[in-house]
């Protein structure tokens, strides 16, 4: 099947990750293993180690495939991520959680695919940046095509079972100024932990944090209790 644009791909990337957990949790004996980062590890290497239940005997045409779908608000360029055993009331889930363009949050039933919270990180009153603002500034000669429309949450969250929160950033215009925060959400509910949200600031060796041309595309990584987050320029245009 081809793929042509950005919101198809949204779709299967989110219904593969949440196939792959719902199939394999067609049996409650086995564990299946939490994917808190991107590709599961902080080498990135992509690898599951754990995996009980997959296999070339039942990973076919007949025994697996799509269970359901799940409709997001705007396109999603981060990972989805996994992690069972959720909390949530009085219930247990096995939950994914997703994220957009638009700023939104998503927790997701893995099992069933129902949307169990929903939050847009955009603060009232703002508005999301989006590639006709790169495109006014200059980046690409004035012809910005790195993405379609907005550009708020683009790096794949990171999650502490730890803290039971995901961190993510969301960016966004308020009276004119450009804004990137770092957010700490409950994975029960979508809430602001305590402390959170946090404008992200600061400067090194004469160079200052630029919040509108700085993308932060790179997934974020957790280490040692430490959140570490990257940028790169918009279209390598300045900053």
Known sequence: ??????????????????????AALASTAYAIPSVWTQHNDNSRSGDNLSETVLSPSN?????????????????????????????????????????????SVYGVDADSGAQLWHVNLTPSGA???????????????????DFAGKIGIVGTPVI??????LYVVARSIESGAYVQRLHMLNLATGAEQSGSPVVISGSASGVTFNPQLNNQRPALALVNGVVYIAWSSQCDFGA
């Open 160 to 165: 502490s079972t730890t803290t039971n929160s």
């Open 1 to 22: 099947m081809k793929i042509t644009t950005n919101k198809a791909k949204t779709r299967l990337k989110f219904l593969a990750a949440a196939s792959i957990a719902s």
């Open 59 to 103: 990973v076919n045409s007949s025994t697996f495939g799509k269970l359901y779908t799940v409709s997001l608000d705007d396109e999603s360029y981060g990972q989805p991520l996994y992690i069972p055993g959720v909390v949530v009331g009085s219930a247990t889930h096995n939950m994914v959680f997703a994220t957009t363009v638009n700023n």
């Open 127 to 145: 508005s999301v940046p989006t590639a006709a603002n790169m495109s006014a500034l200059g980046a690409c000669g004035g012809s910005y095509h």
